[in-house]
Antibody, heavy 117, light 108 residues
Framework: QVQLQESGPGLVKPSETLSLTCSVS?????????WGWIRQSPGKGLEWIAS???????YSNPSLRSRITMSVDTSKNHFSLTLSSVTAADTAIYYC??????????WGQGTLVTVSS | SSELTQDPAVSVALGQTVRITCQGD??????ASWYQQKPGQAPLLVIY???NRPSGIPDRFSGSTSGNTASLTITGAQAEDDGDYYC???????????FGGGTKLTVL
């Protein structure tokens, strides 16, 4: 059974870059599916950030696109997100996820990132 | 429109039937999936595709679509069904994900 685990700093300063990694176990990233990030601001709903296909093609939320970079490291079986120029509005629980195109099959437990000086 | 719209809150008496709806143009082309979220937990998939339940999801959960509206129906709601429910589908291009704003379900 696939498991996803987010890792990264819990605190980031305004204007700096947020970097998160999702480690995948129980399934090889290079075998297929799509891999992505979703966030949830405190007390708010879910917001899709970006996804990367096993082909390397990346799709992202238009509202965040200019600040997003995603990458995959198949040798380590993990994928990563960087979000630049963060503000307090980027404070959220960040989930990594696997999707089959039609639906999101698996979620990580989430990691809280706070943007504050 | 590139949005999915849900009612913010719905309540249901214990044992009764409740329907949670999700509206959006993309639902004319793509099925919605539905996720249950409890405080402090990651979302849990409860319905996907035309009307499919993952293993372990009770059969009181069902899904349907009509036109631009997807519905999640809980037949005989239980206390443990209390929580937030989110719909999700592809946008009309098929490349991006959309989420509804979520519906808080209270089982009375």
């Amino acid at each position: 059974q696939v498991q996803l685990q987010e890792s990264g700093p819990g605190l980031v300063k305004p204007s700096e870059t947020l970097s998160l990694t999702c480690s995948v176990s129980g399934f090889s990233i290079s075998s297929g599916y799509h891999w992505g990030w979703i966030r949830q601001s405190p007390g708010k709903g879910l917001e899709w950030i970006a996804s990367i296909y096993h082909s390397g093609t990346t799709y992202s939320n238009p509202s965040l696109r200019s600040r997003i970079t995603m990458s995959v490291d198949t040798s380590k079986n993990h994928f990563s997100l960087t979000l630049s120029s963060v503000t307090a509005a980027d404070t959220a629980i960040y989930y990594c996820a696997r999707d089959s195109y039609d639906y999101i099959t698996s979620w990580g437990q989430g990691t809280l990132v706070t943007v504050s000086s | 429109s590139s949005e999915l719209t849900q009612d913010p809150a719905v309540s249901v008496a214990l044992g009764q039937t409740v329907r949670i709806t999700c509206q959006g143009d993309s639902l004319r082309s793509f099925y919605a999936s539905w996720y249950q979220q409890k405080p402090g937990q990651a979302p849990l998939l409860v319905i996907y595709g035309k009307n499919n339940r993952p293993s372990g999801i009770p059969d009181r959960f069902s899904g349907s679509t009509s036109g631009n509206t997807a519905s999640l129906t809980i037949t005989g709601a239980q206390a443990e069904d209390d929580g937030d429910y989110y719909c999700n589908s592809r946008d009309k291009s098929g490349n991006l994900w959309l989420f509804g704003g979520g519906t808080k379900l209270t089982v009375l």
